[in-house]
């Protein structure tokens, strides 16, 4: 059983147009554009239907989940949730960032570098206290999924909330530690997908039960995906992956056999190139195997400029003896080990091929290679490989082990934004994931399932 949760956060609010902290201060409603884009979010999602409907009871985004809803086709009742509340900044709300900066500079900065360290002296009647915003937010969205996920088995729910409390859904259904709040992006009105199965009730899901299908799909409010920051310092790296093969469309497993696009895979790689023809790009990398390079040369035709390189680091997993085979030929040959590739997938030696340990290591010495080289340059470039490559590196932006794998979907000729605003040496962010809007129509990832 399936359970299928729509992750929305508002619209701009009035203190986002005056970068004003906001927390549970319930001062600020929409603006107009805020408005607006939560009535596009509502045409986006307007051919779904949804079984419930749960919202933050704060102002900015009831307003907003009211909108969504008004554009619906029988929706369910709205149900304000106190769980999805946002982050309680209660000393900052209401104060310009900027006076923050100045007023508490080694908090900002602990804030923004250790959120999981961060705390403000709050003082209650039985005296002062020690109040930790994230580390609370975080055992927050855990109660959250306990009760949505037991309640709502095999259904689909749309939730409209907030920034924090949304990166923190996000990062508690993956099992992303809390140092890593500030790693996780969410966009005013922005759309993330998460898929559970087999969760059971009153249980957090375990690593192989839980997909992010997608994360801030922006393009419904006309914004391809979230621009550049001011003060950037590092690269932007666009992952994308390869167009499909006929392979990819029977379900046949490739792993490191050069199996070529199909006639959609060109085709959504041509789409691709047209997603990205005006993005600036500075760089471009690629496995060099047939499926991937052909979509890199296909959307560098909108870049002319640039050099493809190509790394052997990025191949995709080898998997041995199972390449060229269906599932059902491999629950022949090797009965139970399937099963086992799906729930446990970090326990699979492939016969004759790689484990997930070693598609790992590989992905974060190309990984590695490929950032180092742009540190401290606030460039763009794109890196073109396969499924389980850009899953691997995925969950390292995240310091996840394999056992991880299966938490970030990535279709045929999706795009996923990783920045590193602060070089380096500092936790990299994770913009949008898994894009294919530019694929399809709706937010729904419809590529190819099944074996890599």
Same mark, same amino acid.
């Given at each position: ?11 701009? #609010? ?13 001062? &600020? ?15 986006? @999602? ?9 919202? &933050? ?45 100045e007023k508490y500079p080694e ?17 209650? /009647? ?43 859904? =996000? ?11 500030? &790693?996780?992006?969410? #966009?005013?009105?922005? =759309? ?6 087999? $969760? ?34 590092? /690269? ?49 990398? &690629?496995?060099? @195997? ?8 296909i959307i560098l035709q909108y ?13 995709? =997993? ?18 139970? @080990? ?26 974060? $010495? ?61 936790? /990299? ?5 898994? =894009? ?17």
């Amino acid at each position: 059983m399936t359970t299928r949760v729509i992750l929305v956060r508002h619209g701009q #609010s009035t203190y986002n147009a005056q970068h004003r902290i906001q927390g549970r201060l319930d001062d &600020s409603v929409l603006t107009e554009k805020g408005s607006n884009a939560a009535y596009q979010v509502g045409e986006t @999602l307007a051919n779904l239907t949804f079984d419930a409907i749960y919202c &933050s009871p704060l102002k900015r985004a009831k307003q907003t989940a009211e909108l969504v809803v008004s554009r619906l086709n029988n929706p369910p009742q709205l149900q304000p949730a106190e769980l999805l509340m946002e982050i309680d900044l209660r000393l900052w709300a209401g104060l310009l960032r900027q006076e923050v900066i100045e007023k508490y500079p080694e908090d900002y900065q602990a804030w923004r570098e250790r959120p999981h360290e961060f705390f403000m002296v709050l003082s209650e /009647p039985e005296g002062e206290k020690k109040h930790f915003p994230v580390l609370a937010l975080f055992e927050q969205a855990r109660q959250f999924w306990r009760e949505i996920l037991t309640h709502h088995q095999d259904e689909t729910v749309l939730i409209v909330a907030h920034n924090g409390i949304n990166r923190c859904l =996000i990062a508690t259904a993956l099992g992303i530690e809390p140092k890593y709040y500030q &790693s996780i992006q969410q #966009s005013n009105c922005g =759309i993330s997908v998460l898929n559970f199965s087999d $969760v059971p009730p009153g249980e957090l899901p375990k690593p192989a039960s839980v997909q992010l299908q997608s994360m801030n799909l922006t393009d419904h409010v006309g914004t391809q995906f979230p621009s550049v920051r001011p003060g950037h310092l590092g /690269p932007r790296i666009l992952l994308v992956r390869h167009g499909e093969t006929e392979w990819n469309r029977n379900g046949q497993f490739q792993g490191q056999i050069d199996v070529p696009l199909n006639d959609n895979g060109r085709e959504q790689a041509r789409k691709a190139a047209e997603f990205l023809k005006n993005v600036k790009l500075d760089f471009a990398f &690629s496995s060099p @195997l047939l499926r991937p390079k052909e979509t890199a040369e296909i959307i560098l035709q909108y870049h002319p400029e640039i050099e493809l390189q190509l790394d052997e680091d990025l191949w995709e =997993i080898s998997h041995g003896l199972w390449e060229g085979k269906f599932e059902r030929e491999i629950e022949e040959l090797y009965p139970g @080990l399937l099963q086992q590739w799906k729930v446990a997938p970090e326990t699979v030696q492939m016969p004759e091929g790689e484990n997930l340990q070693d598609v790992w290591q590989r992905a974060k $010495v190309a990984w590695e290679r490929i950032v180092k080289a742009y540190d401290k340059q606030p460039v763009t470039g794109i890196v073109v490989a396969h499924d389980a490559i850009n899953k691997a590196i995925l969950a390292q932006l995240f310091n996840l082990p394999p056992q991880h794998f299966w938490n970030f979907k990535q279709g045929n000729g999706a795009v996923t934004v990783i920045d590193y605003p602060n070089g380096i040496d500092a936790d /990299p962010v994770l913009e949008a994931s898994n =894009i294919t809007t530019h694929l399809f129509e709706g937010i729904l990832d419809k590529t190819a399932a099944g074996a890599l």
